[in-house]
């Protein structure tokens, strides 16, 4: 009984940080087109039908029955006379409100990766501090190397260098187990190339391998100053890796069985936030929580129709040519796009429920 107590309050806490990624972003929305003077119409977070409303005396606000996402309704999709409509105000001041909602979430995950660093151990630095005694990497690394680049890309934290390694191998010798790997690292001051070899397994897919790490790295004190710039390094290494999985997407390297919907995410932060609660450390909850809003923020700024992104494309389109798209045809790019997202969405949020009964 208690650990269905326990189950049940970890998935309510995921789903209330799920609706606070959901609402900063919609506030991002809200409180520029609040300082602009914008008309509006309605603050809305979940989709669906309406579970409760309360109306201001200019603004409805709802809470509606799908949790997975949030609206700030400001009439952007119909023409109008009233000089506070969006379609009336400068085309800049629309292109801030766009694009303030996705802002917002990067703004929260560079925050939210400071907490995490702040409230965990050591931060960990990318210079090598010491070998196991198994170690194969020491025939070319040495202590107090400095990683900087592995396989042509840029390493900031152990994030990198740990998906690197399970990545980026330049060859794998299934025969020998090990897999080589290009590295450029910082020694003696001077930049050097180097091959690296690791201890590594074949995995159950043709190709795949797992990499033995044997070394360790120094840790860096921490400070205010060393804090957010270790936090800004995981800012950037989790965006990137948001990037590189949209890359895979769009190439075929992972199919819609790997997404996750509303369901799965809630359902991997929870387990997470179980985890961090029975050792009681909750940096690597808070990483992945950073990791959720950051996808949130670039996600939204992509050129999807329905999205901030393809809204802020329309609005460079207009200020350009000087005169916008008529709001029909926009509405009706959007409209599209949105059904397409909504089917993607029961898609895939099936394929998370299925997962749950069959994982």
């Known amino acids: 009984m208690a650990d269905i107590l326990s189950n ?73 006379d009233d000089p506070d409509d969006f379609r009336n105000k400068p085309v800049w001041q629309r292109m801030i409100v766009i694009v303030a909602g996705a802002v917002m979430n990067l703004i929260l995950g560079f925050a939210v990766c400071a907490v995490s660093i702040g409230v ?7 210079k090598i501090s010491y070998f196991y005694d198994t170690a194969v990497s020491s025939r070319e690394m040495k202590i107090g ?46 930049r050097t190339a180097i091959t690296v070899p690791f201890t590594a397994y074949a995995g159950e897919k043709p190709g795949s391998y797992s990499v033995v790490v044997d070394f360790k790295v120094y840790p860096q004190e921490k400070n205010p100053l060393t804090v957010t710039a270790a936090a800004g390094k995981m800012f950037m290494t989790e965006s990137r890796l948001i990037w590189i999985s949209l890359g895979d997407l769009i190439t075929g390297t992972y199919g819609l069985n790997d997404l996750s919907g509303p369901i799965g995410v809630v359902t991997t932060m929870a387990t997470a936030l179980d985890q961090s609660i ?10 992945l929580v950073a990791l959720i809003t ?14 901030d992104g393809a809204r802020f494309l329309f609005l460079l389109i207009e200020a ?40």
Request: hydrophobic share 50%; with cysteine; net charge negative.
């Open 8 to 80: 049940i309050l970890n998935i309510v806490i995921t789903v209330l940080v799920f609706f606070a990624i959901i609402l900063i972003h919609e506030m991002g929305h809200f409180l520029t087109a609040k300082a602009f003077g914008m008309k509006i119409y309605e603050f809305s977070i979940g989709m669906g039908p309406r579970l409760f409303s309360k109306r201001t005396k200019t603004t409805l606000w709802s809470f509606k029955l799908l949790p997975i996402g949030g609206a700030v309704q400001l009439g952007e999709d119909f023409e109008s």
């Open 120 to 126: 965990g151990g050591d931060i960990a630095t990318t």
């Open 145 to 190: 190397d400095e990683i900087v680049e592995m396989s042509g890309m840029p390493v900031w934290t152990t994030m990198d260098i740990s998906y690197c390694l399970q990545n980026k191998s330049a060859r794998f010798d299934e025969q020998t187990s090990t897999a080589y790997f290009d590295m450029t690292v910082i020694r003696d001051g001077q």
């Open 278 to 287: 029975k050792i009681m450390s909750f940096d690597s909850f808070l990483l």
């Open 294 to 307: 950051i996808n949130l923020g670039i996600f939204n700024l992509l050129p999807v129709p329905a999205l």
């Open 320 to 359: 350009i040519r000087g005169k916008p798209v008529s709001a029909e045809k926009e509405g009706m790019v959007h409209f599209i796009g949105f059904a397409a997202l909504m089917l993607l969405m029961l898609i895939v949020s099936f394929n998370d429920i299925v997962k749950l009964f069959t994982q």
